[in-house]
């Protein structure tokens, strides 16, 4: 099942432009978090936010999420070329199992 | 850092084949888990793992089983492949427990699988 779905599926910006992106889940959850994979490679864990939080930073990425809403996003300020990757949110379901989205492609042009 | 490893890269096996996924992590994680990840559908979680010897299926395990007798080491095994079973195959691996990374899950490199 695909609980988190991400939008939009793809997204290009200029480099120095904020890119954001937005996820919907259906349930109610622990916790939200956000990885980032390159092309061909594993996924890295960015963020995680609670969900009795709701905004996060860590550098420059901001998440904020709303419970109401059943929605995230997931703000890069200021992005670089380097940034260029797929997106994923991914929520927390029993047991501690992930359930991914499908995910957002980022594309920064230098 | 924590280290996810799997075994290999990239393989290239036949229909009809039984194929073993390997995949170690050096964290002393309980749980580990198996996706696969295959272009517009995301990653989705073939088996996973709260202990040794302890396994659960996620959303698409048919055509596959897992092994987990030691804590560090869970193995992905495909009793015989099959052409859709060309995937790349993610290894992770996450410890259960409270705090800010206590959820946090982390992946292996991933494994290019093409079967032919």
């Known amino acids: 099942s695909q609980q988190g779905e991400e939008d939009p599926q793809a997204l290009s910006i200029q480099e120095g432009e904020n890119a954001t992106m937005n996820c919907s889940y259906k349930?109610?959850?622990?916790?939200l978090q956000w990885y980032r994979q390159n092309s061909g490679r594993g996924l890295v864990h960015l963020i995680l936010i609670r969900s009795n939080e709701r905004e996060k930073h860590s550098g420059r990425l901001r998440v904020t999420l709303d419970t109401s809403k059943k929605s995230s996003s997931l703000l890069i300020t200021a992005s670089r070329a380097a940034d260029t990757a797929s997106y994923f949110c991914?929520?927390?379901?029993?047991?501690?199992?992930?359930?991914f989205g499908a995910g957002t492609i980022l594309r920064v042009k230098s | 850092d924590v280290k996810v490893t799997q075994s290999s890269r990239y393989l290239v096996k036949r229909t009809g084949e039984k194929v073993f996924l390997e995949c170690v992590q050096d964290m002393d994680h309980e749980n580990m888990f198996w996706y696969r990840q295959d272009p517009g559908l995301g990653l989705r979680l073939i088996y996973f793992?709260?202990?040794?010897?302890?396994?659960e299926k996620g959303d698409i395990p048919e055509g596959y089983s897992v092994s987990r007798e030691k804590k560090e080491r869970f193995s992905l095994i495909l009793e015989s492949a099959s052409t859709n079973q060309t995937s790349m195959y993610l290894c992770?691996?996450?410890?259960?427990?409270?705090?800010?990374?206590?959820?946090?899950?982390?992946f292996g490199e991933g494994s290019w699988l093409t079967v032919v």
């Open positions: 349930t109610s959850i622990n916790n």
């Open positions: 793992s709260y202990d040794v010897k302890m396994k």
């Open positions: 991914a929520t927390v379901e029993y047991g501690n199992k992930l359930v």
């Open positions: 992770a691996s996450s410890f259960t427990g409270q705090g800010y990374l206590g959820n946090t899950i982390y």
